[in-house]
């Protein structure tokens, strides 16, 4: 599986994700420059990475959907490709129209960074086929407009359409108020696209990808991907 990393002016995971990536496929993520014109022929994957998009200027990832490379991400997209994204990459995939919603700012108005529980929603995905659905796992956040919001008919099409990803809970896989760490309607972590080939969450798997980082939960997204995509 070949995947591929989109970098921004403003993007500070990219490094991250592309470690994950090549720890789990084995290969060197092409790391793609958000001027470039179109992924590599290649591509078996697109990642979004998080970070701070052209400073989160204007509104967050708005700028970023409109550069030169995700009007082939788009194209794309349509056809099938996998694409992720992850923080500021979810809010790019919302403003550039691949997932429904928005991400508003977070509730309490602070900066949230820690390590949240998160319920696994739908494990029947190229993304979360490695989890078991109900699974409660562990991965860290660090935003501050990771509040998601979306309509409440769409919610309900969400829901009815098994999109949703992954829910903030508690350690027990309670999804509950006080787990929720930004507002988000519906505990929402992460949601997929229709056909469930576009993934977007707030939280961080690249950064509990190994035991060395404190936990491996987020491992299994890349290594399901793998086993999907090879």
């Known amino acids: 599986m070949q995947a591929a990393v989109l970098v921004f002016p403003g993007s500070n ?3 991250d994700v592309a470690v994950a990536l090549r720890q789990s496929t084995g290969r060197t993520p092409h790391m793609v420059w958000h001027k470039d014109s179109a992924l590599p022929a290649d591509t078996d994957l697109a ?7 052209y400073g989160d200027y204007l509104r967050v990832g708005a700028i970023a959907a409109h550069s030169s490379i995700m ?6 997209a349509d056809k099938g490709l996998p694409v992720l994204g992850i923080c500021n990459g979810f809010q790019v995939l919302t403003e550039a129209g691949l997932l429904p919603g928005a991400l508003l700012q977070n509730a309490s108005l602070r900066f949230v960074c820690r390590d949240v529980s998160l319920r696994v929603e ?29 309509a409440e008919d769409k919610r309900r099409k969400l829901e009815d359409r098994e999109q949703i990803a992954f829910r903030y ?11 929720n760490p930004n507002g988000s309607v519906g505990n929402i972590a992460g949601v997929f696209n229709k056909q469930r080939t576009v993934l977007g969450l707030m ?8 035991p060395a980082l404190g936990g491996s939960d987020g491992r299994t997204m890349f290594d399901s991907l793998v086993t999907a995509l090879a």
């Open 13 to 15: 995971c990219d490094r």
């Open 203 to 210: 939280p961080h798997p690249e950064r509990l990808a190994d």
């Open 122 to 150: 739908n494990a029947s995905s190229m993304f979360t086929d490695g989890y078991a659905e109900g699974q409660t796992i562990t991965i860290p956040v660090a935003h501050a407009d990771g509040n998601y919001f979306v």
């Open 47 to 53: 990642v979004l990475p998080g970070g701070f998009t």
């Open 71 to 76: 009007r082939d991400v788009r194209e794309r």
């Open 169 to 179: 809970c508690d350690a027990k896989g309670q999804v509950t108020p006080e787990s």
